[in-house]
């Protein structure tokens, strides 16, 4: 790739929303004339393609379902009556809870207002909320928001002791669309279990988010818990920071939800209709992500946002380009393994990481610089940090341009972002960038982009797993103080897989009292036991 | 690759060191007998390599340095008396420093006690501390700790807003080894204005970390700092974490630098002497990441610590191998382009991420799962989730099992790495053996793995951007209400890269008072003036 990198160039093909600020500069991503003329018949299918989910088309063909994400922000989108009040009454919902709960109307029993808000869920349930929160908190606004996101006793206590005294006073929001989600099911039990203990009515002071009729939500109505929202099985969990599992958490912050939801039907609308890349960003943005790595995902995206608010920002988008666009067949049942591997931090602390090998190292990656403008709140004046009068932010400027460029001295492609602040109208505007990025490559390669089959698999081997450890726990405290190897008590219990009884016994030695190994040279040796205490 | 998955290979290539409750398990990486039986010359020589490395020589050749990150943890390694002696009394030194601070014996004027920390830092200067504090950070001991690691203005303000009120008893901790790193000395001057603002003496609750005699060694004597800690031009900031670096903020933190530093020395002498991989973890690490990549980084390093303490080791990995690895030259100047990309945050919750492209996208990557065995800090009861009487821990350890097993099913390679628990022994051992298998798997493929030319040319970039940044701020200023695209100031300024100037152009409307633009329909049409206030 030799890409064009005159200002003619540059200026002719930056992409540019006024409206929002917003530019986009691909030109170093190497997408010539010739190549880009060969995708306009595949640009044309694409905009079909988003055109058809906005309007209600089951896309989502393996699990039957509509793809909604986009009408959250532009509820008028919606295919139905039921579908568009339901949104819009959903987002009044929450406003006028978040008010509540600020004003002190909504409060937990014996305290004038709750202080903390805990929120337990993992994946989507997670990590838009987070995104939110670091992107967008304001000092002295709303709750404090604290995350259990994951099954790890360790992390639990962790939370539960620096709540410990605050429980009293902290709203739990559990998010789970099925319900039956294990990590989110578990971190519930275990903060139930700690208000319990302390005499705390976990009821009131639980709110659910989950599908109606789920397990989750089967649970809060007969426990009576505080309130419930709804999530829809046509919003998966990677695009669902816009329904009640991103904004109950942000409106809470003392996030402005409405403008969160502007900057994203904004984006949205301005890169609705046109099939020309340079008019939409989105499409450009897919074209340069096919580009650069050759429509299968040859190249990593490395992403880094010059902005310490965005540090997340990667890690979401890893998550929404990752399971969305890594999948073993096409839509037409073809194998294709695709994918497109994304990582990153933030810039310029990134510069003293891991740009080194992205400057010397692999071809195998190409860069997205997410450049905000103004960082620092006001434009208030800043102190001078050198001689030659630069301030922090000048520096800040400098590093993004200079890491570009010596990329691109080595023929690294690279794509730019430019948002005037970070503040909820622009991060919702690349959130919905991001989306439709999403929706238009997965046209260009022909893949389902919004179930995820291969997360079944290892569910369903830590189903096989527990059910295991379970029998060789019950066996061996049927049997104090008879010692046996894993292929012993493999053969005992039916079990193929010695390694795997291996690995039950070592973790209940290390996890349950009463269960001991005398260590051989090599794990086949090593017996175990159980003794009763 | 068609790994031996037999429980006999299993328990015959299980490298497992009791004295630290460690285990590594590369069976399922593929690395058949007779590719084993190939590397062993090399094996052998990257064993002299790395004896040469403590030995003290200078491997470093570019840079003219010796490499003593190893010496750390032994002094009794280091090659010269001198050597020894530092290491040994700086540790000293830095126990009774945190023992004052502890103690209220050295503490801020007028107050009992410092109560904050705030480290000013990036790269190597921040990402060792910060994964110690997430990782052995126990509630209730020493002082909180926070952290600048970029020239972002937004989040020195955050951070400042944060601390407003607590300045006072805030102790800030600068740590750049040359002291010119600009990302610190602007944080340090932002937060010195802000001390400086409240009528707080800086200098009384500065501390520097740096080489001595560097500019900021210079400004602290000058300023009267309340002390001062070396850095040495013999350890390299990514593997500074074992030297004042780390061990100020962990001591200060109430974290156990001695067992730190005990793990670290541990695994060295297990991994120091034998050239055979089934009794040397680090190198069978180093030849497992050769065997996936090809000696070329032809697959990405997935790192899963399945433990919430253990979140931030993909990023210090990240750099630890990529800054380390990315190299374009060989030791012999061919050009090679190495590296291995690393990303990764942690189990079970990245399962509900890009797990999905892990199982199903393309075969670019092998994955490390990091198992703590016990996470909950007793061996306490835990609570039961389910009917099968299974806890949070037995979920945490079935993911892990069945993600691994969903992963091999479709023959992508992993590594599996135990330890007991998180601990400050272990977190050392961990540290130490990706510290030996970079040194090790640099010497296979022959580079220099301790220096980073490819840093420079970004900051060189950024260099000459900010030079033409300040003309271009003082032309406009020099030219009040003069309209000028970026075209014409380039040509008036004599700089060649107008697309450069349209950038600083842009930066100078949106961050200083007076600058504005009249904007075109493309970035050529755009006129800047500046107006005075």
Redesign the interface.
Known sequence: MMPD?T??H???S?V?Y?NLGFSMDAARMGMEPDWMQSMEPANATAMQHIAAIEAGAVVNTDENRQVGHYWLRNPALAPTELIRTAIENDIVKIEEFAAGVEQGVIRPPGQERFTELLLIG???S??GPQLIDQALRQ?GKGIPLHFL??????????ML??LDGRLEGTLVVVVSKSGK???T???M??VQ?AFTKRGIDFAKQAVAVTQEGSLLDQTAVREGWLDRFPMYDWVG??TSVMSAVGLIPAALGGIDIRSLLHGASTMDALTRFSADPMQNAALLLALAWHRAGHG??DR?MVILP????LSLMS?YL??LV??S????FDRDGRVG???I???G?????D???????????????FATFIE??????Q?Q???L?DA????????????L???R???A?KGHPSITI?I?E?NATTVGALIALYERAVSIYASFININAYH????E???????????M??QV?DHLQGHPGEGLT??RLANALGESD???V???L??LV????GFQVI?GG???DDVFQFVAA
């Not at 666009?325 to 073993?328: D, M, P, S």
């Not at 510069?351 to 990656?365: C, I, K, M, S, T």
């Not at 698999?457 to 059910?467: I, N, P, R, Y």
């Not at 290390?510 to 009292?513: E, G, L, V």
Request: aromatic letters at 8%.
């Open positions: 990198l200002w003619n540059y200026s002719r930056l540019r006024a993992i994946g989507g997670a990590l000092d996101d994951n099954t790890d006793p360790g992390g639990f206590d962790r002791t620096l989600t294990p990590e099911a578990n971190g039990l275990e279990s969990g990677r299968q995902g990593d010059y902005c310490d608010r890690k890893q998550q990752m399971e666009l890594g999948k073993e393994h695709q994918g591997s994304v990582y931090n933030k810039g310029s602390t510069q003293h990481a891991y740009v080194q090998q992205l400057r010397e190292g692999p071809d195998n990656y905000v403008r103004r960082t620092r709140e434009q004046p800043s102190i940090v030659a009068g630069s301030t922090s932010a000048d520096y800040l400027q400098g590093f341009r200079g890491t460029q010596a990329l001295e430019s005037p970070v995820q089959p291969g997360v698999a290892g569910k369903a081997a830590a189903g096989g797993f527990l059910a450890l379970s726990r894993a292929e010695i390694e795997d291996y690995h039950a070592t973790h290390a996890n349950r009292r260590a090599v794990p086949s």
